[in-house]
Every structure is written in structure tokens, then in C-alpha cells.
Nanobody, 122 residues
Framework: QVQLVESGGGLVQPGGSLRLSCAAS????????MGWYRQAPGKQRELVAA???????SYADSVKGRFTISRDNAKNTVYLRMNSLKPEDTAVYYC????????????????WGQGTQVTVSS
């Protein structure tokens, strides 16, 4: 079973930046697509960025041009660089792994990490 540990969240002012990390274990990392999801209070979890085994990337329209997903297979880690942060980016951010080409948009996974809180506020 996959174990996921997210880190790097915090409180940041609008316009600021953060880099999130997600360390995965219990899987062959390089054989998995990875996704970053977020869930704001009262809202459903949404997929914001994804990266395939081969390094192709995809982003939600709300973060396109501001967020960058990347992976380091040697470290079993996926990253999310977030620039130009907005208050509406405030959420708990999670990652997950998928053996398919892309992570599942609705995030129908049995196992999740604890997430990392990102708060964008002045």
C-alpha cells in the first residue's frame, strides 16, 4: 500500500510562493503517474496538477501558468511549485499515485496522506 507524506505548506501573503513536496513509499515510484489535489473547506477535493511517468504535465485552469509540478524518481518525490498565490488557493494539499497514464480527476483512492495546509492571506 502506498504511503504518502506531504510537506512544505504554510502561511503566505498573496503574490507569494511555496514549494510543496510529497514523498511516496510502498510503490515503484517511477511506474506511477502522480497528482496534486487540494480541498478547501466546504468544497470537494480537486486535481490541480498531474505528471505522467514520462514527465508530461497537466494543470487545472485555475492554476495554469502559476503552478509547476515536477518529480524526482531517485528521491521518490513529487513537487508542486506555487507562484503568484491567491487567497482562493487556500486549501489542504494532497498528493496521490496512479498506475494509469494520468491520476484520477475525482481522486477515487482509498489511501491518502495527511496533507499540508496552505493558507494565503495578508
Amino acid at each position: 500500500q502506498v504511503q504518502l507524506v506531504e510537506s512544505g505548506g504554510g502561511l503566505v501573503q498573496p503574490g507569494g510562493s511555496l514549494r510543496l513536496s510529497c514523498a511516496a513509499s510502498g510503490i515503484i515510484f517511477s511506474r506511477n503517474a502522480m497528482g496534486w489535489y487540494r480541498q478547501a473547506p466546504g468544497k470537494q477535493r480537486e486535481l490541480v496538477a498531474a505528471i505522467t511517468r514520462g514527465g508530461s504535465t497537466s494543470y487545472a485552469d485555475s492554476v495554469k501558468g502559476r503552478f509547476t509540478i515536477s518529480r524526482d524518481n531517485a528521491k521518490n518525490t513529487v513537487y508542486l511549485r506555487m507562484n503568484s498565490l491567491k487567497p482562493e488557493d487556500t486549501a489542504v494539499y494532497y498528493c496521490n499515485a496512479d498506475r494509469g497514464l494520468w491520476p484520477r480527476t475525482a481522486g477515487e483512492y482509498d489511501s491518502w496522506g495527511q496533507g499540508t495546509q496552505v493558507t494565503v492571506s495578508s
